[in-house]
């Protein structure tokens, strides 16, 4: 199993740009969630996925939208990216199904940077 | 409000001393509540959670519902547990909230 991957790792937007960083699970989890890390805030939730076609917003999901056509995928679209969306974006995923044991399992992330 | 906070960003403690992570939470429900570490250049990974009441790496966490606190704990620090560590907060509906995170650093 790859487990949880991203693409791209590093990414330089122009302001006003638009892009989508990828995130794919091989394990048939059905929750995933994307996440930014910004130093001294910790992780904060922008949009999250209990299963196909069903999403819903975090924290901090201005600027973001989501979508989750298969269990496998859960893109994350910028749509005009401003310099405050600069930060580390992790992608991760959980099982959804034993609550006790539950894990969430993280991608290795997608550093963003927006001039 | 649902939160969660890390009053320490950093930490520093030299090799072999006790160390502690403090962590209080804020949830009117039943919290589950998570440690989460991130070592230089990795992903974050599960440490421990607090329904398993395990140790994990040295490292133990114990929930007191009456302080709203989940600190984590290890009486011999090492060099090699010096990382990012995150408390987090799973809430009913499956949503996790994460707190700042501190900074450890074990000095040798």
């Known amino acids: 199993n790859a487990g949880v991957t991203q693409t791209p790792k590093f990414q330089v937007l122009k302001t006003g740009q638009s892009m989508t960083l990828q995130c794919a699970q091989d394990?048939?989890?059905?929750?995933m969630s994307w996440y930014r890390q910004d130093p001294g805030m910790g992780l904060r939730l922008i949009h999250y996925s209990v299963g196909a076609g069903i999403t819903d917003q975090g924290e901090v999901p201005n600027g973001y939208n989501v979508s989750r056509s298969t269990t496998e995928d859960f893109p994350l679209r910028l749509l005009s990216a401003a310099p405050s969306q600069t930060s580390v974006y992790f992608c991760?995923?959980?099982?959804?199904?034993?609550?006790?044991?539950?894990?969430?399992?993280f991608g290795p992330g997608t550093r963003l940077t927006v001039l | 409000a649902q939160r969660v906070t890390q009053p320490e960003k950093l930490l520093s403690v030299f090799k072999g001393a006790p160390v502690e992570l403090k962590c209080n939470y804020s949830y009117s429900g039943s919290p589950e509540l998570f440690w989460y570490v991130q070592y230089s250049r990795q992903r974050l990974q599960l440490l421990l959670r607090?329904?398993s009441r395990e140790s994990i790496k040295g490292f133990t966490a114990d929930l007191n519902k009456g302080e709203t606190s989940f600190h984590l704990k290890k009486p011999f620090a090492q060099e090699e547990d010096s990382a990012m560590y995150y408390c987090?907060?799973?809430?009913?509906?499956?949503?996790?909230?994460f707190g700042p995170g501190t900074s450890l650093s074990v000095i040798p």
């Open positions: 607090h329904i």
């Open positions: 991760a995923s959980s099982s959804g199904r034993e609550r006790v044991t539950d894990t969430q399992y």
């Open positions: 987090a907060l799973k809430t009913s509906y499956d949503k996790v909230i």
């Open positions: 394990m048939n989890h059905e929750y």
